[in-house]
């Protein structure tokens, strides 16, 4: 049965795509901001959520929802920036997920703060823009099924190459545990997130934006990575003289995986933009 949560989190997705009817013509603006909205090094200010819904997980393929969080902030320092990004999780698990069947928990997970920094290069050969700068993973769980237990830190890389009408690049990072509960296993955490965007006319756009990860800890080597493939589709849209708006709907399926953990996951993304120039 689909929790409460997860259904209300799809509601407020349907009634957002209600609202993809007619808009005002901001046609260039449009066309610029899908440019950066799939951009991680770009000084577009951003804040909304991504809502994940995970299929098949456990013996019993049961369903968990995790409603994350996301803000995106810059401030800019003569030729190079700032650019703050924090993810703050709310995951859901059911109680068929539960061991000890108490029923279903929900609560904050592990916030996570990204701090790139960024120089633009995009007059150089290839469009090329790169950004570097520490992630840090707190240990904000409340309750130890929501999170690792850990607090950890680790470099984060980020490139971009923007041949128009394209957006590809990747975010690659480590991640190691320096503190946090003794009993709980230790954190080292590679991440990769490649990303294609294919800009179309009026904001839409295709996209792909799988997180691979590879948990260097793990007893088995089948249980080592979690390997996405999918994509799916998005706009970017003026409402009125209101903020402009990015929707984006993706669908997962995981070739490689965790014993125990989910097959396929869809994901929903809304984000308020802000694209007035930092100072």
């Known amino acids: ?109 592990d916030i996570a703060y990204t701090g790139f920094l960024a120089r633009d290069e995009s007059k150089r050969r290839f469009k090329l823009i790169g950004g570097f700068g520490p992630t840090f993973i707190l240990n904000t769980a409340t309750d130890d099924r929501l999170g690792s237990g850990k607090w950890s830190v680790g470099p984060t890389l980020a490139f971009v190459s923007l041949p128009d009408p394209w957006v590809v690049g990747a975010i690659i990072g480590n991640f190691w545990s320096f503190a946090g509960d003794t009993q709980r296993q230790k954190v080292n955490l590679f991440l990769v997130e490649p990303f294609v965007n294919y800009n179309f006319p009026n904001g839409w756009y295709v996209t792909s934006t799988p997180s691979i990860t590879a948990n260097w800890e793990a007893e088995e080597k089948r249980n080592r990575w979690r390997v996405p493939i999918g994509g799916g589709v998005g706009k ?24 125990r953990s989910a097959d396929w996951t869809l994901q929903l993304q809304f984000q308020i933009l802000f694209p007035d120039k930092p100072a």
């Open 1 to 109: 049965m689909i929790s409460q949560i997860t259904f209300k989190s799809w509601f407020i997705a349907g009634v957002i795509i209600g609202f993809l009817g007619s808009q005002p013509a901001h046609a260039e603006d449009i066309e610029q901001l899908a440019k950066e909205v799939e951009n991680p090094v770009s000084d577009l200010v951003r804040a909304g959520f991504t809502n994940s819904t995970f299929f098949g997980a456990g013996a019993n393929n049961h369903l968990f929802n995790t409603f994350n969080l996301q803000i995106s902030t810059t401030r800019r320092f003569g030729d190079w920036a700032l650019l703050n990004r924090l993810a703050i999780p709310l995951p859901y698990l059911p109680a068929n997920a539960i061991m000890d069947k108490t029923g279903s928990l929900a609560g904050l997970g």
């Open 236 to 259: 970017v849209m003026f409402r009125g003289e209101k903020r402009p708006i990015n929707l984006k709907l993706q669908g997962f399926y995981f070739l490689e995986k965790q014993d």
